[in-house]
């Protein structure tokens, strides 16, 4: 069974920047692609950032292209997303995703919410202007 835990969260201004971090637990995380979502208050989950297997590969929303960067390691069994330039209108709760163990997938289809069958708890992300 896969957990997951997203940590890093706050309140920061805008323009600053923030890193989040997910920890996972299970046995198959070098073979699921691993994303973060976000849901704003009152607003459906949206897209953030998806990362292939081995991590050569990324995929980031185009509102957050330029200010977002996803990384893994396999070995640490972790995801962070690095955040600069943070806007109000990221204000959300952030969510650590992961994919069907064994499940390839790469390019716009990740982006879809349903392809990940595992979530964390979200960390929140406030930016204050």
């Known amino acids: 069974q896969v957990q997951l835990v997203e940590s890093g969260g706050g309140l920061v201004q805008v323009g600053d920047s923030l890193s989040l971090s997910c920890e996972y637990s299970?046995?198959?995380?070098?073979?699921?692609?691993m994303g973060w979502f976000r849901q704003a208050s009152g607003k459906g989950r949206e897209f953030v950032s998806t990362?292939?297997?081995?991590?050569?590969?990324?995929d980031v929303a185009d509102s957050m292209k330029g200010r977002v960067t996803m990384s893994r390691d396999n070995v640490k069994n972790t995801v962070s997303l690095e955040m600069n330039s943070l806007k109000p209108e990221d204000t959300a709760v952030y969510y650590c995703?992961?994919?069907?163990?064994?499940?390839?997938?790469?390019?716009?289809?990740?982006?879809?919410?349903?392809?990940?069958?595992?979530w964390g708890q979200g960390t929140q992300v406030t930016v204050s202007s």
């Open positions: 995703a992961a994919g069907k163990p064994g499940y390839y997938c790469s390019g716009p289809r990740c982006r879809d919410l349903h392809m990940y069958p595992s």
């Open positions: 299970g046995r198959t995380f070098k073979s699921q692609i």
């Open positions: 990362i292939t297997w081995s991590g050569d590969s990324t």
